[in-house]
């Protein structure tokens, strides 16, 4: 089944880059002290990967029943970070 082959790596994928994120927020947190830009780079690559997720039409979605994360990742997260992006430049 290709649910049972695809799911795996989406799930290794999403681990993968929620560390990477993490990482980039402590680094930018130590480097420029600004919780705002660190806070804006998690957001915008995890959101970036769920995107990816939902244009590769992954599994994971419906296989844990989080179809809703698909539709808040297109539509609510973005303006969410949009919102982030304004206020960052406004604070400078």
């Not at 681990?15 to 993490?22: G, K, N, P, T, Y």
């Not at 002290?33 to 915008?44: Q, R, V, Y």
Request: a positive charge; glycine letters at 2%; proline letters at 2%.
């Amino acid at each position: 089944m290709l649910s049972d082959l695809s799911v795996p790596s989406d799930v290794g994928i999403l681990i993968a880059v929620f560390l990477i994120s993490i990482v980039f927020f402590i680094l930018i947190l130590l480097i420029k002290k600004s919780f705002l830009n660190a806070l804006l780079s998690i957001s915008l690559l995890n959101n970036l990967i769920f995107i990816f997720l939902i244009i590769s039409h992954s599994l994971i979605f419906v296989e844990y029943r989080i179809q809703w994360l698909q539709y808040f990742s297109i539509f609510i997260w973005p303006v969410i970070n949009i919102y982030l992006i304004i206020k960052l430049f406004l604070k400078k």
